[in-house]
């Protein structure tokens, strides 16, 4: 059995997309409540890890500017419970690596991806698993996703 080398490097490859159900976060969504996120190539999965281990240290600051307005007391309760009281976990400086460069809809920054780390633990947890599944199982064969633009028609 052979790979068929010249067909695949021929092939048009897509990023494969799910919808992610979030039923608890419903009230911040104006329509249903999911989550688009998408499979990461292997570019993107390395800047994820590269970035991760780069901002791990800085994680900590931002979790205390997200909590600013609350005391001393319930910042230094959220540093110990998201283990940003030195640095953050790897695991989740690189989850919300994950969740930033792989969120289609809505767009994820890492304080947004932060926030929901702290807030909802469970949904973070969920999005970035659905994120690495859809990594594992590579991009898509078959034409690129359509633009929305419908072609127009000859005369």
């Known amino acids: 059995m052979s ?29 249903p409540p999911e989550w688009i996120v998408k499979g990461l190539s292997g570019n993107e999965l390395a800047h994820c890890k590269e970035m991760a ?18 005391s001393e007391d319930a910042v ?3 540093k110990c419970l998201t283990g940003t009281d030195g640095s953050a976990p790897m695991d989740i400086a690189l989850r919300a690596e994950l969740l930033v460069a792989g969120s289609v809809e809505p767009p994820c920054d890492i304080a947004l991806a932060l926030k929901l780390n702290m807030t909802n633990p469970i949904e973070f947890q969920m999005l970035t698993r659905r994120i690495e599944a859809l990594t594992g199982m590579g991009y898509a064969p078959g034409k690129s996703k ?10």
Not at 62 to 69: A, D, M, Y
Not at 146 to 155: A, C, F, K, N, Y
């Open 76 to 78: 230094e309760t959220v």
């Open 3 to 31: 790979f068929k080398a010249k067909e695949f490097k021929k092939t048009k490859f897509s990023y494969r997309t799910e919808a992610v159900p979030l039923p608890d976060l419903k009230d911040w969504f104006d329509g």
């Open 146 to 155: 359509p633009s929305g633009i419908e072609p127009t028609s000859e005369p």
């Open 53 to 70: 281990a780069r901002n791990r240290k800085t994680i900590g600051s931002l979790i205390e500017t997200l909590v600013s307005q609350q």
